[in-house]
């Protein structure tokens, strides 16, 4: 497989580290961009920068590199997720605005039916949210919330970003052990 991981602004870098982490350990080959203020992000909540994660990741592209492979219908991917997703990220996705390499990518893989799964990290939400929510669900994107479930009884902060991890990689149909699933013992 071969997945494209986006980290926009939003509060939650640690998911996308996780993801990242997850995704190498199954062995999927993954393309990473990280906005400016992902980066911003990753460096305040989790003490990391950008050269920290290429070692979890196959390629990473730059931002404003509008010319990667990414960037393209003819690159060949099995989708995108944008971990955290950030309200702006989500907003310039839902109308079009391709004026990063991560909405860029996002945009590719609407317009060439593959998965994309936004995990949003934001609220309240407003009715803008909501409706650029509508508009990107309709389009076939996956609106996932970062909004964790407790019935695993997690004990951890890594327990509950687990949670999370997992529910990502059952939309991108990845098999994963990363959380007890309902009913199992």
């Excluded at 010319?67 to 109308?95: E, H």
Aim: net charge negative; charged share 20%.
């Amino acid at each position: 497989m071969k997945i494209i991981v986006g980290i926009s602004g939003g509060s939650g870098a640690i998911y996308g580290v996780a993801l990242l982490q997850a995704l190498k350990q199954l062995g999927v080959e993954t393309h990473l961009v990280v906005s400016k203020m992902g980066e911003y992000v990753l460096q305040h909540e989790c003490g990391m920068n950008l050269q920290e994660l290429e070692s979890m990741v196959a390629v990473r592209y730059e931002a404003t590199d509008l010319a990667a492979s990414i960037s393209s219908g003819s690159f060949k991917t099995d989708g995108m997720v944008i971990v955290p997703c950030s309200m702006r990220s989500l907003a310039a996705v839902a109308n079009g605005i391709s004026d990063n390499l991560l909405t860029r990518a996002a945009d590719v893989v609407l317009k060439e039916q593959r998965k994309l799964v936004m995990v949003a990290r934001e609220t309240p939400l407003s009715v803008i949210h909501l409706e650029n929510m509508l508009k990107l669900a309709r389009m076939g994107a996956v609106i996932m919330p970062a909004s964790p479930g407790f019935y695993h009884q997690p004990e951890t902060l890594e327990d509950i970003v687990a949670i999370m991890v997992g529910r990502t990689l059952d939309q991108l149909g990845i098999d994963h052990q990363l959380v007890q699933r309902w009913g199992e013992k």
